[in-house]
């Protein structure tokens, strides 16, 4: 606009002479033929397949011209300008060669007058040169004619929402139905051709000067929740009449977060749902929904596949796990930062660091349905601890040594943790050494000894491999310990109390639920949150695993 | 995709083979053969597929209409009979027409056609290139026809087995149906792009931020039981062995992180971020038949970097972590989607439109409405002023100033005595301004000059015009 107004209206005391069109039109030659900063990056990609880089150009003159021959005039100056500047292009790096030219010339003439111009169809000037007249009276005119030019230049189609109930200011209590007017690319309507239902664009049926629009019916929105639809296809959309009013309305209702399904209208038969208005971001995307029978309809029923007869999956706590590792955008990186990992790639580490340890059933696990390890669980995911985290942990360590020694019933609940695995810092290590240590301690060893033999197993293999370890050799310990607790668990699996999570899936027979006796497996538990507890500590990455 | 299995039964296939051994077999001997092959197949690997068989002469009839039932398929195609003279033209038409009445709309459908003609090539050619001619290779015998139904079904029917991870979490799935190469049209050659077998969830999004994508296809996404000690693979559903149903049932009970990954989905409203390969990416999601029954789903986006505006380029989407603050915000009351594009659209801002008389009207309109309520509407009134200012220099429309500053002074003039008198002043000021600008004078009539309001001190005199 600013360069519109630099250049102001025509002066009327200027000599005609000067004022030809043809100086602009040996600037649009020109500028065509100036590489672009995209064509300039592919030759330099493409390197010897540079020449698949195409350098085509359209250009729409608007002018008044004084008869065919004035016509043809200007039709034959492009002609040869493109000539002169392909010869330049060929000796220079900067400019390319025009290999195909459109020329659109639109003759505009006052209302009131004759046209001098008669119409002419697209024709071939040259190799690399086509040219078409339009003659259109100047005004409203002039701005439908280049409405239909744009759709042929950009591929669009046009799409009128009808019915759309719109409360006016003076009649505050009815409301009354408009159409407003959308464009968009022709592909949104490509279902529709392939039906057999739309001519497509270019053929014998359409003819040019007539636009063709498809009348969808606006389906005024029941409920405020957002579905997941099956969308083959999402075209930004332009409204034809930007500022009337039951546009801008209409613009106004979707930019404020509301989406609307059109309704494709039929003379009988069921209703048809073929597209969805949305805004995204402040931009209005026409979808395109699928509404043909889908060919996975029945599909197996879960219960019946891998893992469906599984009743206790951890369902709630993977759905924290996934609400904690939601993406977000980062801002590109900047050319400092160009060795730095790539958002992308620390999303999936960060997924590898909290799966490493992820019981999928309630059944094989306890620390994770224990409350007290909370503030353990919760920070030993962390990357790096600081000081008061290794005490914070300590302390839930000793708090639950406690706990055994006094022979208390842990708390176990189906309220969930998390747990995860983090790189080992020095820090961690420091909580790994306190859990290793409480475990070696004489008096637990008596107690343990006392409940059972399997304990003891791995009480030897824990000293064995006591505080003398190195860090890199923790992991390989806990591996083995991890053997130990395997079989500890399934013979568990089969004795603890079966809790049903809320969506698993519903097993065919429900089994019935199982109460056993607080004591014994409360206090294998202890053992195996300890184990577990240096499980979450010691998560390292080991290449031998 | 369906399947429809064009037989030509007209009396040319009866025609005998010539073979070494001493059975002679008729063409469509050999032709049931190879359908019998395929049938079994999909039976056992591809169960999910619906199939059609329609027989064809001078007229075509559909035997069987779309089934996942491969035992009726089989029936049928053992009591097939003879008829007379072929013609392919109106079969194919009837097939379109089966195809749209129980599909809708455009479907890509396999044929199999059992005789070979070059009007086939000319059909392949008219649908863009896409479709696929078997021949049997050397004489008509029953080991090349096997062969070439094989390769057949490898291509076309074999399931797509793959592993879904995240991070450490995995499971062995079927995807179906088999997820098609796509074509991508590259500056020099087009390339054929098939999906990986590892498929890598990289994160999660809520459904309201990924907002209905669009995709290209959408699947099944089916845990499998892989059997280490033989190459079998089964899907975890009930077969009629005994063997079969107590492996099947041990597979039931082991859990499945695709069942746990599913559930979870489903009660979250999530749909989890896969990667399908470089720069192509994906959504899991539970999706709910007409019956209610859920199921885990993926569906593919189109191969690229950054083919959703909302979400931005994907490979700079990383975990909410790494933020200072979570963009989520505490009670997951806000999103750091949808992505805003760089330019705003020109519904979303004020622009001057003077196609119709009516937007000019209106917008002249606005400015007297505005001037009437000087001076409590002040801001208003010189934002809309200037706004029509910088139109008409733009289109060149210098006589408007002048109409407008007209209006203006006449308002002045129509001004009750209880009125404020800064605002006769405003309006005058605004009328002189516009008067300036459209000569045409390079200082007054500068695009980015704005008209401000004057400042007018009540209770000395009035200070100068500020430029």
Redesign the interface.
């Known amino acids: 606009?600013?360069a519109?107004?630099?250049?102001?209206?025509?002066n009327p005391r200027e000599d005609p002479e000067c004022c030809s069109i043809l100086h602009g039109l040996v600037a649009a030659v020109e500028s065509l033929c100036k590489i672009t900063e995209y064509q300039h990056e592919?030759r330099t990609t493409?390197m010897d397949?540079a020449e698949?880089?195409t350098n085509k150009g359209r250009i729409i003159c608007i002018t008044n011209a004084k008869s065919d021959t004035h016509v043809r005039m200007l039709e034959d100056c492009v002609q040869e300008t493109i000539q002169e500047h392909n010869k330049l292009a060929a000796g220079s790096d900067r400019l390319m060669q025009i290999q195909q030219c459109e020329l659109v010339l639109i003759h505009t003439y006052p209302l009131g007058d004759d046209t001098l111009v008669s119409d002419r169809p697209r024709k071939e000037i040259s190799p690399v040169l086509t040219s078409e007249v339009h003659s259109v009276r100047a005004g409203?005119h002039l701005?439908g004619k280049l409405n239909i030019l744009v759709q042929q230049h950009f591929d669009l189609a046009s799409t009128t929402i009808t019915n759309i109930p719109m409360k006016e200011e003076q009649h505050a209590n009815t409301s009354a139905n408009y159409d407003v007017e959308l464009l968009h690319h022709k592909d949104a309507h490509l279902?529709f051709i392939?039906?057999g239902e739309l001519h497509p664009p270019g053929s014998a049926s359409r003819d040019s000067s007539l636009k063709e629009t498809v009348t969808l019916k606006w389906c005024t929105p029941r409920t405020n929740s957002?579905?997941?639809?099956?969308?083959?296809?999402?075209f930004r959309i332009?409204?034809v009449?930007?500022?009337s009013r039951p546009?801008?309305c209409l613009?106004n209702f979707l930019?404020n977060g509301r989406s609307v399904l059109l309704e494709q209208p039929r003379k009988s038969g069921s209703k048809v749902i073929s597209h969805?208005l949305?805004s995204?971001?402040?931009?209005?995307f026409l979808?395109?929904?699928s509404?043909?029978?889908?060919?996975?309809?029945?599909?197996?029923?879960?219960s019946?596949?891998?893992?469906?007869?599984?009743t206790d999956?951890?369902?709630?706590d993977?759905?924290e796990?996934?609400?904690?590792?939601?993406?977000?955008?980062?801002?590109?990186p900047k050319q400092i930062e160009a060795a730095a990992r790539?958002?992308?790639e620390?999303?999936?580490d960060?997924?590898?660091?909290?799966?490493?340890y992820?019981p999928?059933?309630i059944s094989?696990t306890t620390i994770f349905n224990m409350q007290a390890v909370v503030p353990l669980a919760s920070l030993i995911v962390k990357e790096s601890l600081t000081e008061e985290d290794v005490l914070t942990c300590q302390k839930t360590i000793y708090n639950l040594v406690d706990m055994e020694r006094k022979n208390d019933p842990l708390p176990i609940s189906t309220v969930g943790t998390r747990g995860k695995g983090p790189k080992s810092t020095e820090r961690h290590q420091r909580v790994l050494d306190c859990i290793v240590a409480c475990r070696s301690k004489p008096p637990e060893e008596e107690e343990r000894k006392k409940r059972g033999r399997k304990r003891e197993e791995k009480e030897d293999k824990s000293e064995k491999n006591g505080k003398d370890v190195e860090p890199d050799k923790t992991w390989q310990e806990s591996e083995r310990l991890k053997g130990v607790l395997e079989c500890e668990k399934e013979e568990l699996a089969e004795a603890e109390i079966i809790k049903d999570s809320?969506?698993?899936?519903e097993p065919l027979n429900k089994k019935p639920r199982l109460a056993i006796e607080e004591t014994p497996p409360v206090e294998k538990a202890k053992g195996r949150t300890l184990m577990k507890m240096e499980r979450l500590a010691d998560n390292e990455d080991n290449e031998d695993n | 995709m369906p399947t429809v299995v064009l037989m030509d039964v007209s009396l040319s296939m009866t025609r005998p083979v010539s073979l070494e051994g001493t059975e002679e077999y008729q063409r469509k001997n050999l032709a049931a053969h190879g359908l019998t092959m395929l049938f079994e197949h999909m039976a056992t690997n591809y169960k999910l597929e619906f199939t059609a068989l329609v027989a064809f002469s001078s007229l075509w009839e559909l035997v069987v209409p779309f089934t996942r039932d491969y035992n009726t398929l089989q029936e049928a195609l053992s009591s097939l009979e003879d008829y007379d003279k072929t013609c392919l033209e109106s079969a194919l038409q009837g097939v379109s027409n089966i195809v749209q009445q129980e599909w809708g709309g455009a479907f890509p459908c396999q044929l199999q056609n059992t005789d070979v003609l070059d009007k086939l090539e000319q059909l392949i050619n008219l649908n863009n290139g896409e479709g696929q001619i078997y021949t049997v290779d050397g004489s008509l015998c029953l080991k090349n026809v096997q062969s070439m139904f094989g390769k057949l079904i490898d291509q076309g029917y074999s399931p797509f087995h793959a592993v879904l991870k995240c991070g450490n979490l995995t499971s062995d799935v079927q995807v179906f149906p088999r997820p098609e190469p796509v074509l991508i049209a590259e500056e020099t050659e087009p390339v054929l792009r098939t999906i990986n077998t590892d498929l890598e969830i990289v994160g999660f999004i809520e459904i309201a931020d990924i907002s209905s994508p669009p995709v290209l296809s959408r699947h099944l996404v089916l845990p499998i039981a892989v059997n280490k000690e033989c190459d079998e693979v089964g899907t975890g559903i009930p077969e009629d062995t005994e063997d079969e149903n107590s492996a099947n049932q041990i597979a039931g009970k082991s859990p499945n992180f695709c069942v746990l990954l599913h559930g979870s989905l489903k009660v979250e409203g999530m749909v989890a971020l896969v990667q399908l390969g470089p720069d192509w990416y994906g959504m899991l999601y539970s999706q709910a038949d007409s019956k209610k029954k859920s199921n885990l789903m993926m569906s593919l986006f189109e191969p690229g970097p950054e083919t959703l505006p909302w979400l931005g380029k994907i490979s700079q989407l990383g975990p909410i972590s790494d933020a200072k603050e979570n963009p989520y915000g505490e009670d997951d009351s806000k999103s750091p989607f949808p992505l805003q594009p760089k330019n705003k659209r020109s519904y979303a801002q004020n622009v001057t439109v003077w196609i119709k008389p009516s937007g000019l009207q209106t917008d002249v309109q606005k400015i007297l409405r505005n001037a009437r309520k000087l001076p409590e509407k002040t801001q208003t009134f010189y934002k809309e002023l200037n706004r029509l200012r910088k139109a008409a220099l733009a289109f060149g429309f210098w006589e408007l100033l002048s109409g407008v500053a007209d209006l203006l002074e006449r308002e002045c003039t129509l001004l009750p005595d209880t009125a404020h008198p800064d605002a006769a002043f405003q309006l005058s000021h605004a009328a002189q301004q516009l008067k300036l600008a459209s000569t045409g004078d390079s200082q007054y009539a500068a695009f980015t000059h704005n008209i401000t309001p004057m400042p007018t001190d009540f209770s000395g005199s009035s200070s100068s015009e500020r430029m």
Request: glycine share 8%.
């Open positions: 606009m600013s519109l107004a630099a250049v102001g209206p025509p592919a493409l397949n698949h880089v409203r701005a279902e392939r039906s957002v579905e997941l639809h099956f969308c083959t296809g999402a332009s409204p009449d930007v500022n546009s801008s613009t930019l969805m949305s995204h971001g402040g931009e209005i979808h395109v929904l509404s043909t029978r889908s060919t996975l309809e029945d599909p197996p029923s879960i019946e596949g891998c893992g469906g007869r599984v999956y951890r369902i709630t993977f759905g796990f996934m609400r904690e590792n939601r993406l977000t955008p980062f801002p590109g790539a958002p992308l620390r999303a999936k960060q997924l590898e660091r909290h799966t490493r992820w999928m059933i094989q809320p969506d698993s899936p």
